[in-house]
């Protein structure tokens, strides 16, 4: 009997081994996310060497913001879900029938389906709270490109949709009080109609670091990066919120059912945090990048809904691959990636290393050590490593206590 403990200790030893060493040759696949493969840069790796990266990440959605045909043709027989984007600047072009269905001729026809395009995203915030020029093609347009796919039998295989900023909302607090502004009130219930008929979601790019950097005094830092915290309560539903991206989501939810259309799914297009900025550009930091991109990846391989849609997994694409160095705009626009187009990690997010049974919460305090962010980025970040450690050397970290460091920096 006195030699039970030490038995049971072994068997613990020996299960938690082969627990750690499954962790670190691939990642639990998280099936509803997503990333946005951006290409305003001059140095980014070619399409083929994106692709590389991603199937070492077990990433299988894409989004791009064109329709490059190096991309769709690297991309052919991969098995990667692609989101391609029709140009703001083509949507008077495209309301126009015959210049849609030329559009689709040239444009999906040849790479579908060999590359899977699951989706055509029509413009891309098209109301951005600064005008509505564009408000008025834009229905016509989906129309127009729906049409031409329905001539080629692509219909059932390829959505339209558009993503959307933020700001449609005139309200999103509390979520329950969500609803559209009057500048998109006319638009919307036709494309909300649009949407419906043809089965499509409703995109929304939502960050929440945008309302941390504008009010970080009134913000609970946690709340934003989705770190355990005491959340609030919808004083209308009750539903409880532990994170802003849900509530914004679930803000969008209501606003649609103020019109009428309450089972239309929302997804998020776009979502990501800053890992540099300017001074004035609050909580861009790469730890605090680490935090909110690696949360967001744990709670997609628990396939989470929204508090309003508990059983509904939402599906997100991460903001962004790349660092992308011709981006116009404050430093934090050209500092989104989770890698630089060297293909090493900006920052670690545990795309490389999370373990199949890591524990529910990604939490980690907004003054980690940076060491604890990008750990892992001295000797395999490249492309053709990521994901991998040698059997004797990840033996060698098992005995050094690696499990227990794992469960506290990851």
Request: proline share 7%; hydrophobic share 40%.
């Amino acid at each position: 009997m006195a030699n039970l403990p030490t038995k049971a200790s072994f068997l613990h030893f020996v299960l938690g081994f082969f627990l750690t060493l499954a962790g670190f040759g691939f990642i639990q696949e998280a099936q509803s996310l997503g990333i946005n493969y951006g290409q305003v840069g001059n140095n980014l790796p070619p399409p083929q060497k994106v692709l590389e990266l991603l199937r070492s990440l077990k990433l299988n959605k894409a989004r791009i913001y064109d329709t490059n045909p190096q991309i769709l043709t690297a991309f052919a027989n991969s098995n990667v879900d692609l989101i391609v984007t029709v140009e703001n600047d083509m949507l008077a072009t495209l309301s126009d029938p015959n210049q849609a269905l030329q559009w689709v001729q040239t444009r999906i026809k040849p790479y579908f389906p060999t590359t899977k395009i699951t989706e055509i995203a029509v413009g891309n915030e098209v109301y951005t709270g600064e005008g509505t020029a564009l408000l008025a093609q834009l229905v016509p347009a989906m129309v127009s490109i729906h049409a031409a796919l329905a001539r080629h039998g692509l219909d059932r295989s390829i959505k339209v949709s558009t993503p959307n900023n933020l700001a449609v909302l005139e309200e999103s607090y509390p979520p329950s009080a969500g609803r559209f502004r009057p500048e998109v009130a006319a638009i919307m219930p036709q494309f909300l109609r649009f949407l419906a008929a043809t089965r499509a979601p409703f995109w929304i790019n939502a960050y929440p670091y945008f309302a941390y950097e504008d009010s970080p005094d009134k913000i609970r830092i946690d709340y934003v990066l989705l770190n355990p915290n005491p959340g609030m309560v919808d004083p209308n539903t009750g539903l409880h919120y532990d994170n802003m991206l849900y509530a914004q989501v679930d803000a969008v939810i209501y606003a649609m059912a103020r019109l009428g259309f309450g089972g239309i799914e929302v997804r998020v297009s776009e979502t990501g945090w800053p890992s540099r900025g300017d001074v004035n550009e609050v909580g861009a930091t790469f730890q605090n990048a680490a935090v909110y991109n690696r949360n967001i990846l744990r709670r997609q391989q628990r396939n989470e809904g929204t508090p309003l849609r508990p059983n509904a997994g939402l599906e997100i694409y991460v903001f962004a691959l790349f660092n992308e160095d011709m981006k116009p705009g404050p430093t934090s626009e050209r500092n989104y990636g989770l890698f630089q187009p060297d293909g090493t990690m900006a920052y670690n997010v545990g795309l490389s290393q999370l373990s199949t049974t890591s524990s529910t919460s990604a939490s980690t305090s907004t003054s980690a050590s940076t060491s604890a962010s990008i750990f892992l980025t001295s000797d395999a970040t490249k492309v053709n490593q990521i994901g991998y450690l040698s059997f004797p050397y990840s033996i060698f970290l098992y005995f050094l206590g690696f499990q227990v460091f794992v469960r506290r920096h990851c």
